[in-house]
């Protein structure tokens, strides 16, 4: 994540502001526009999303209006979430997951959505250690009975 976006993320989450910044848009083929509105409208991160360096997962259980994300995280076991909030700016699906419990009291991932690789990217800040990047990967949906 580029230090600019990732100083966009942090000052407008840190100011409670979570409206959309505009940007100039072309007219995209009917499936792109599709597309590019479930990610303009935080849409495509519904799901869970697990990330391969260790199981740990993300699950979005629902995407509301002015940004707020209902989640869950699990280390296989739950772990709380403080707060969940999306942004949608400068054509960038971004999100931030507060964690806080037992071990994680301060701890939050900065992520934004990929959507060439159809991933979460970004940086995970552990409480009291040092930053590092970390993907996720959408876990698919077990089949209909």
Do not use: C
Request: aromatic letters at 10%.
């Amino acid at each position: 994540m580029s230090l600019t976006l990732r100083s966009l993320f942090a000052f407008t989450l840190l100011t409670g502001s979570l409206a959309a910044i505009t940007s100039a848009e072309t007219e995209p083929a009917a499936a792109d526009k599709t597309v590019g509105t479930a990610i303009e409208n935080g849409e495509v991160l519904s799901g869970q999303w697990r990330r391969p360096d260790g199981g740990y997962v993300i699950q979005i259980k629902s995407v509301g209006a002015e940004g707020v994300l209902e989640a869950a995280y699990f280390n296989p076991r739950p772990i709380r979430v403080e707060s969940a909030q999306w942004l949608f700016g400068g054509g960038v699906l971004q999100l931030r997951i507060r964690l806080n419990d037992t071990g994680y009291q301060g701890a939050y991932y900065l992520l934004q959505y990929e959507p060439e690789s159809n991933r979460l990217v970004g940086e995970y800040h552990p409480a009291n250690q040092e930053t590092f990047e970390v993907a996720f990967e959408r876990l698919l949906a077990p089949p209909r009975e």
